[in-house]
T-cell receptor
Framework: GEDVEQSLFLSVREGDSSVINCTYT??????LYWYKQEPGAGLQLLTY?????DMKQDQRLTVLLNKKDKHLSLRIADTQTGDSAIYFC???????????FGQGTELSVKP | DAGVTQSPTHLIKTRGQHVTLRCSPI?????VSWYQQVLGQGPQFIFQ???????GRGNFPDRFSARQFPNYSSELNVNALLLGDSALYLC?????????????FGPGTRLTVT
């Protein structure tokens, strides 16, 4: 089956690193994504990783993929109050453009 | 360039009614996908259209239908509304149907069914 799971909440102090974790069940996943959603807004694509990669870095964001354990993480370095939002992990296995999303992790950044 | 636009922003309907939601993709994008996001949950895939043809369908009843027009805009229709259809409906556009193409999401239409 297809399932994506995330922890619901994470609280960090401004300037610290945040690590948001995600697990998925679909062994045929090809692309894995991280989206950010601010209150009352749509989804913003932050970054994505192809399933044959194990790491991708983009400025303050680092994505780690452990395909054996079906575990994906997003590390945000030097977390700022503007990073407070809900972060969604999503995966696809090429079937008809379907993205499978997790429940989202609410990141709270305290000054 | 304008991003993905959706209309209306908010909508209140009564059980049993019908609703039409509209989406205009980013210029040059030929694929549109629809998602339903119930409060507190992640988005659930409803449909993908590419070049005016349905390319994918999620696990939603036949009360949900959609179409894509020659200008690549799209409509999502929901018949016989239920209270459980209350949600944020998100539209996403991409250059093509392959998952390597980034999906850009619109701000959504907030539907409330009373």
């Amino acid at each position: 089956g297809e399932d994506v799971e995330q922890s619901l909440f994470l609280s960090v102090r401004e300037g610290d690193s945040s690590v948001i974790n995600c697990t998925y069940t679909d062994s045929s996943s090809t692309y894995l994504y991280w989206y950010k959603q601010e209150p009352g807004a749509g989804l913003q694509l932050l970054t994505y990783i192809f399933s044959n990669m194990d790491m991708k870095q983009d400025q303050r964001l680092t994505v780690l993929l452990n395909k054996k354990d079906k575990h994906l993480s997003l590390r945000i370095a030097d977390t700022q109050t503007g990073d407070s939002a809900i972060y969604f992990c999503a995966e696809t296995n090429n079937q008809g453009g379907k993205l499978i999303f997790g429940q989202g992790t609410e990141l709270s950044v305290k000054p | 360039d304008a991003g993905v636009t959706q209309s209306p922003t908010h909508l209140i309907k009564t059980r049993g009614q019908h609703v039409t939601l509209r989406c205009s993709p980013i210029s040059g994008h030929k694929s549109v996908s629809w998602y339903q996001q119930v409060l507190g949950q992640g988005p659930q895939f409803i449909f993908q259209y590419y070049e005016k043809e349905e390319r994918g369908r999620g696990n939603f009843p036949d009360r949900f239908s959609a179409r894509q027009f020659p200008n690549y805009s799209s409509e999502l229709n929901v018949n016989a509304l239920l209270l459980g259809d209350s949600a944020l409906y998100l539209c996403a556009s991409s250059l093509g149907g392959h998952p390597s193409y980034e999906q850009y999401f619109g701000p959504g239409t907030r539907l409330t069914v009373t």
